[in-house]
């Protein structure tokens, strides 16, 4: 019961539900989320009149936006003493029609109930009223059983019934909190690994299959989706399937509707030699395969397979048919995100610079994904020469980049692509090519356009001071995490200069820019937050070390150095995308 006010609370977003069964003297609270003392611990409420009382008198559903303003409710002590200002229930029936109570969503606010919101509270009722009919069906068989004991001449039959009824009682409960299971697992899901992966434990219970397969349309074949963590024998052997194979996942998809196969005489009768010699190996005797129906489309097919021979009467088809309906929404969402996610990411990836050739001058650049396969962010860096100071002469100076733009998703990667060629035009329109000029008219077009640019950077300009006087780094710091300089002595310093982040809310900024004369043989390493930043570290602490690290390391050629900063044998991986730009003057 107290899953089913979970399920209303998180279905209809309301701090407080429960599951109300109304007698003379008091309401029993079998279920209940966000009651507060001393009715949360008692699982009781006063007898006065009251919300639930109304429902169970009309047995009809009940919304009422306010209870402030209804004559009904609003002298009703027990209302005003636990604040229920919005107050929508349904009733919960017997068998025969009989209201015992009702299912109540309660918010501490004015609120309009939504046509949705109510449909989904009527079917959370009816799944409730369900498993209420289970335990009194339960507990009329207990009563019978007790009663019959009396006649020796039907106990054995008596027995008999008892079981029988308990098992379909039992076989109703799991059917039930099959379907509670699966709509709560798979309304989280966010890839189709994600989809795999909570399939595994969905189906438990004394019909239990033995393996249950999710294959995906993939052109003229079905594509089996594998188990990211427990490596299945079936999925070793057979990961693709033509569809013209024999097989009943692929007959389910060409004839578009469930087929089941209760035997292996059933299988040898009409199925191919292939088929019949992978469920021996596999040491199947019933299979059920369900088509997975997408909203314009046909998806894939779930098989159900059983090692022993498993009769599916009507319920339990019906029960796995819907939730094959749930488990095909949770696929049509995982293939639409997937497909989102990939193309985003080749985005991503494709508008990373090719590093320039540069006399000298050793740079290195890495970008790694987030270790959450869902997020995508908006980390780049770019590297790029300024036309030369005369025609025909040699390249400019260098124009180095790395930012971050906020954001873990589609959009976050289209807008990083954006300012990345804004901040290119900016520079190469304003000589003498200074960093802070060209973040100021940044600022000023993002101020105007409507890009929703928030975000950091850092922007410099290396370049030859003068013949023999070395090389000079100019640069200017939006909010970005400091660069760090490692002289040839082993000594790092943080570049800790910045100004404040980019953000159109912020207007056109003048900003600022610095400068510093780099001694032969030095490295300069500019980075995202992703590197420094891990749930549970301090950010302090993870400088330190990407610091020490640097003082270690920093004489290694930049593509070693790179690999060696950003390598953590302990960590799972980064929470974030980083991006790391190494670059050494001679």
Not at 84 to 105: E, F, R
Not at 532 to 560: K, M, N, Q, W, Y
Request: proline residues 7%.
């Amino acid at each position: 019961m107290d899953r089913f006010a979970r399920l209303v609370s998180r279905l209809l977003r309301v701090p407080v539900a429960f599951v109300s069964l109304v007698e003379e003297d008091r309401q029993i609270l079998p279920g209940l989320i966000g009651l507060p003392e001393p009715w949360a611990e008692s699982r009781t409420l006063p007898p006065s009149p009251s919300f639930c009382r109304h429902v169970m008198a009309s047995g009809q559903p009940l919304a009422v936006p306010d209870t402030r303003a209804d004559d009904r409710f609003r002298t009703t002590p027990a209302i005003a003493e636990l604040g229920l200002i919005a107050c929508a229930g349904m009733p919960l029936t017997d068998a025969d029609g009989l209201v015992l109570g009702c299912l109540c969503a309660i918010a501490h606010e004015p609120r309009d109930w939504g046509d949705g919101e109510l449909s989904d509270l009527e079917d959370l009722a009816a799944a409730c009223s369900a498993e209420l009919r289970l335990r009194i069906l339960s507990a009329h068989g207990r009563s019978t059983q007790k009663v019959l004991e009396t006649a020796r001449a039907a106990a054995e039959r008596a027995r008999s019934d008892a079981q029988r009824l308990e098992q379909e009682a039992q076989a109703g409960l799991d059917h039930a909190e099959l379907l509670l299971r699966v709509s709560e697992e798979l309304a989280r899901t966010s890839g189709l690994e994600d989809v795999r992966r909570r399939l595994r434990d969905l189906f438990v219970g004394a019909g239990k299959p033995s393996y249950v397969g999710l294959l995906v349309a993939d052109e003229d074949a079905l594509r089996r989706v594998p188990d990211p963590d427990v490596v299945h024998s079936v999925e070793r052997e057979v990961l693709s399937l033509p569809m013209s194979a024999a097989f009943p996942s692929t007959r389910a998809m060409r004839e578009r509707r469930a087929v089941f196969v209760p035997d292996r005489e059933a299988l040898v009768a009409d199925y191919g030699p292939d088929a019949v010699r992978f469920s021996d190996r596999m040491g199947f005797t019933t299979v059920l395969c369900l088509p997975l129906w997408g909203s314009r489309t046909l998806l894939g097919v779930l098989a159900i397979c059983w090692a022993k021979q498993h009769e599916v009467g009507i319920t339990e088809r019906a029960t796995l048919t819907a939730a094959s309906g749930y488990i095909a929404q949770a696929v049509e969402r995982a293939l639409y995100l997937d497909e989102r996610i990939s193309v985003a990411r080749q985005l991503q990836e494709a508008l990373l610079t090719d590093l320039p050739v540069a006399d000298d001058v050793e740079i290195s650049a890495m970008y790694q994904p987030s270790a959450d396969g869902d997020m995508i962010g908006g980390d780049w860096y770019d590297a790029y020469h300024l036309p030369p100071a005369s025609p025909g002469g040699a390249p400019g100076a260098l124009m180095v980049t790395v930012g971050d733009i906020t954001g873990h998703d589609m959009q976050a990667a289209a807008v990083m692509g954006q300012i990345r060629s804004m901040l290119r035009q900016a520079t190469l329109d304003h000589p003498p090519y200074s960093p802070a000029t060209a973040l100021t008219a940044l600022d000023a077009a993002c101020s105007v356009l409507p890009i929703d640019a928030g975000g950091t950077l850092v922007h410099a300009r290396l370049e030859l001071a003068g013949a023999g006087a070395g090389w000079t780094l100019t640069w200017s710091n939006a909010g970005h995490p400091p660069p760090l300089l490692r002289t040839p002595d082993g000594r790092v310093t943080a570049l800790v200069e910045h100004d404040v982040l980019l953000h159109p809310a912020l207007g056109p900024f003048h900003r600022t820019e610095h400068r510093r004369n780099l001694p032969a043989g030095s490295t300069l390493l500019l980075y995202t937050d992703g590197l420094i930043e891990r749930r549970g570290d301090d950010i302090d602490a993870s400088i330190a070390h990407l610091v020490a690290l640097f003082t270690r390391h920093g004489d290694s050629p930049p593509a070693e150095l790179l690999r060696l900063i950003s390598s953590r044998p302990t960590d799972p991986g980064p929470g974030d995308d980083v991006v790391v730009l190494a670059l050494r003057v001679p």
